[in-house]
């Protein structure tokens, strides 16, 4: 059986359209969860496509696409 999400992923994209680009620990500590919870959200088939990486690993930011 599958776990229920721990927060909703337009939470997330909320967040990215009001603050801009942020790393995975400032979105982990705005929507009070855990990072790993925020880089399985950003895999997500509906927020994949509109979230972009800037950066890579430890000082990657993410960005919600044009």
Do not use: C, W
């Amino acid at each position: 059986m599958a776990r229920p999400r721990q927060f909703d992923p337009n939470a997330l994209t909320l967040r990215l359209q009001a603050g801009g680009p942020l790393a995975a620990q400032a979105l982990a500590a705005a929507l009070k969860v855990d990072r790993s919870s925020i880089s399985r959200a950003l895999a997500l088939p509906e927020l994949a496509p509109h979230v972009v990486r800037l950066g890579t690993t430890r000082g990657a930011t993410y960005a919600l696409r044009r």
